[in-house]
């Protein structure tokens, strides 16, 4: 039977919100997760997590995302699931980390075979949209059906029911 996984990287703590620095006890990606698991309740989630926690302060975290981008880095994955061959469709999502995924959502799609399978991608931002993500997620899933990307402002996702459920009939092939 088709089987769905929502995976997805979101970090609370302090956040760029339109314009100034916030606090956040629920990321946005998070929030956005909680909408579409409403309207795929068969769906499994699961959340991507490094090992190590970057800084709650905005200022600290950007700086330490920066330097992981420019090294490459490949954090591993906390909790990784030993497999995903049970789903064919995985909706990644995942707020725009300088103009790309957080580096330890490189290291979930690097880790399993994505062949045959449908990846929905969708990314919470600030105003930069889906970056580069989706040329990124093709890059390293490239047996992978991708489909568009869905781009939500992250200050609005609790406001994101109908981008919820573009997210929701993509993964739905509808
Ligand atoms: C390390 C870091 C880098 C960011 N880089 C960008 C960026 O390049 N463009 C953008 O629009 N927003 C950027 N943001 C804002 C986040 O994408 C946005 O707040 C997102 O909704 C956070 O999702 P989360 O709460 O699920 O982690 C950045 C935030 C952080 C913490």
């Known amino acids: 039977?088709?089987?769905?996984?929502?995976?997805?990287?979101?970090?609370?703590?302090?956040?760029?919100?339109?314009?100034?620095?916030?606090?956040?006890?629920?990321?946005?990606?998070?929030?956005?997760?909680?909408?579409?698991?409403a309207l795929l309740p068969d769906a499994d989630v699961f959340q991507i997590d490094t090992t190590y926690e970057y800084s709650k302060s905005y200022m600290t975290c950007i700086e330490e995302a920066k330097q992981e981008l420019r090294e490459q880095a490949r954090p591993q994955v906390?909790?990784?699931?030993?497999?995903?061959?049970?789903?064919?469709?995985?909706?990644?999502?995942?707020?725009?980390w300088w103009g790309t995924m957080p580096m330890v959502?490189?290291?979930?799609?690097?880790?399993?075979?994505?062949?045959?399978?449908?990846?929905?991608?969708?990314?919470?931002?600030?105003?930069?949209?889906?970056?580069?993500?989706?040329?990124f997620i093709r890059q390293l899933c490239p047996t992978a059906t991708v489909t568009e990307g869905t781009s939500i402002h992250g200050a609005e996702a609790a406001n994101a029911d109908s981008e919820a459920q573009h997210i929701a009939n993509l993964a739905l092939n509808q």
């Open 1 to 37: 039977m088709a089987k769905t996984l929502i995976a997805f990287y979101s970090r609370r703590g302090e956040n760029y919100v339109n314009g100034s620095i916030k606090n956040l006890s629920r990321g946005n990606t998070e929030i956005v997760v909680d909408k579409i698991k």
């Open 78 to 96: 906390k909790n990784a699931p030993e497999s995903i061959h049970q789903y064919d469709t995985i909706i990644l999502g995942y707020p725009n």
């Open 105 to 135: 959502c490189y290291s979930f799609l690097e880790k399993y075979d994505f062949s045959g399978k449908r990846i929905v991608p969708f990314c919470t931002n600030e105003g930069s949209g889906l970056g580069s993500s989706v040329r």
